[in-house]
């Protein structure tokens, strides 16, 4: 009867322990979906996509930045094709690095964005609100033709982020990354 007992009571802390742990990794997905805002738009020939990472700044961000070490949030940007019962399709990838360093004796936030590879903008500030603009958010960035694209068929754009350095919970709780994705429909 005791050993009928004590089973029973493993058997409800494993149950407690899945739910527990199923309730936090729900959690974890619905702060990540509201954390990071993917919108694109097509104009003329382009694909511009415009992202806002909400909770990326936080004050370990602005710690970081503010001791001179050089901070880089990096977005992987997928254009992909909506296969409904099949594998996705990526049509293309582009990734924007977005480095900011601050000089403690200058008191100058230097920001580069490079944008695959090539050095997009660089400037230099003292406004710590442009720098962390720059590192959270873009702004109809045209990162894809539309070329490559069949009209009247729904694509998405996805975008990861992550940050360096990353000590496993500079931007958010559960990792050093995030993701979110926007479906749209191209018309020609």
């Known amino acids: 009867m005791h050993r009928v007992l004590a089973q029973s009571r493993t058997r409800r802390t ?41 909770d990326g700044f936080t004050d370990d961000v602005r710690a970081a930045i503010r001791s001179g070490l050089k901070t880089t949030f990096t977005y992987s940007v997928d254009l992909r094709l909506d296969v409904p019962g099949w594998v996705d399709r990526t049509i293309s990838t582009s990734n924007v690095s977005i480095a900011v360093e601050y000089d403690n ?3 100058r936030y230097s920001i580069t964005r490079v944008i695959d590879g090539h050095i997009d903008e660089s400037r230099v500030s003292e406004d710590e609100r442009l720098a962390r603009a720059y590192l959270t958010s873009a702004v109809k960035l045209p990162l894809f033709r539309t070329g490559m694209l069949e009209p009247n068929r729904e694509y998405y754009v996805q975008v990861r982020a992550t940050a360096r350095p990353s000590n496993g919970s500079i931007l958010w709780p559960f990792g050093n990354a995030t993701s979110a994705q926007t479906k749209f429909t191209f018309l020609r």
């Open 14 to 54: 494993v149950l407690l322990a899945i739910a527990t742990f199923l309730s936090a990794a729900v959690a974890a997905s619905a702060q990540t979906a509201e954390s990071l805002r993917v919108v694109p738009l097509v104009r003329d020939d382009h694909v511009l996509v415009s992202f806002d990472l909400q």
């Open 105 to 107: 004796l200058t008191r």
